[in-house]
Nanobody
Framework: VHLVESGGGSVEAGGSLRLTCSVS????????MGWFRQSPGKEREFVAA????????DYANSVRGRFLLSRDGDKNTVYLQMNDLKPEDTAVYYC?????????????????WGQGTQVTVSL
């Protein structure tokens, strides 16, 4: 299984970015997928995830209402649309997926990780 991320960058506060994660592998279109992020000196934290076969979507409280997670099952790709970005959103964002679990959560990280993409938000 291989996860490839893209879409990070630098933006001013209030701006938007869209992250993309494509996954390849057997039955990968049914994996739960999501995003975690990690800033220097902090633990990797949950951002958002979509359940097995594109069901329920969960968001961290810190991003709910500003970030939107979506999935294109045909392309085995998930998108994280990030709006109204804040300096505290600055982090390396990692795509995450799992071949067995039905969902991902702050307590349940998947087995597979992308390489990470940097998001920097300035005042």
């Amino acid at each position: 299984v291989h996860l490839v991320e893209s879409g990070g960058g630098s933006v001013e506060a209030g701006g938007s970015l869209r992250l993309t994660c494509s996954v390849s592998g057997p039955t990968s279109n049914s994996y739960p997928m999501g995003w975690f992020r990690q800033s220097p000196g902090k633990e990797r934290e949950f951002v958002a995830a979509i359940h097995y076969r594109g069901g329920h979507i969960d968001y961290a409280n810190s991003v709910r209402g500003r970030f939107l997670l979506s999935r294109d099952g045909d392309k085995n790709t998930v998108y994280l649309q990030m709006n109204d970005l804040k300096p505290e959103d600055t982090a390396v964002y990692y795509c995450n997926a799992d071949p067995v679990a039905g969902y991902l959560s702050p307590m349940l990280k998947g087995e597979y990780w992308g390489q990470g993409t940097q998001v920097t938000v300035s005042l």
